[in-house]
């Protein structure tokens, strides 16, 4: 069972994933005008998901590289930077969870009261986004430049700029008439999203992988971050 999940961590999750966002996009081309913006924030979020992790994961990859050396152990002894903290099974279900939790709110902003604080909700998670990966680039050029690195680049960057920060900026143009009401949703919508996607999967499932046989899980190399690592 474990190694059928090792297996599933690989690639196979990804292309599900790939898949939820090809019908979901067919799926608004069809019915977008008749959308409330909520619905239409949360489109945004399970479409650039799957780019935005295959720019984590693969093209170039090695964001765990960056996570697990800022959040992991210092003492070098007890680091395992290619799975602890972020492992391929946490991330996996992190990344799922931020393409699936935004269809369900896509479905609540259709047939609830709510389409703005998903708006508000999903504006957030776009802007996020390119905060956190602004900081990461800052970060890892500090860290790495002298072995090289002379940007501010890294594995999401480019899909945050190019597909998140648009997406905010459509939100942000179209709001109308937001409440304190509003907000309050928004508030409660993103903090139920980054509770599920981040502490309640990494913190049980971390301790749990790292108790695994050796690789199980783990990423296979740093990726982008390697030709910086191998000039240390």
Known sequence: MVKKLDKWCDINWIIFLCITGVITAICAAVFWNKMPLGAQGAVFAA??????????????????YFYNTLLGPKDKE????????MSRLTDMITNVGLQWIPLVYLLLSCVTGLSNATALCMMLFCFIEVIAHTCAGILTFYWFR????????????ATSYMMFLPGGIYLVTRLENITGSDWLWCVILFIIMMLICIPLTET??????ARQEKGMF????????DKFVHKK
């Open 47 to 64: 479409v650039i998901m799957p780019f935005h992790v295959l720019e984590e994961w693969k093209f170039p990859g090695g964001l765990h």
């Open 78 to 85: 007890k680091q395992d930077l290619s799975r602890y903290p």
């Open 146 to 157: 002298k072995d090289g690195k002379k940007t501010i680049y890294n594995p999401g960057f």
């Open 204 to 209: 049980p499932l971390k301790k749990w992988v």
């Open 218 to 225: 783990a990423f296979a190399d740093p990726k982008y971050y």
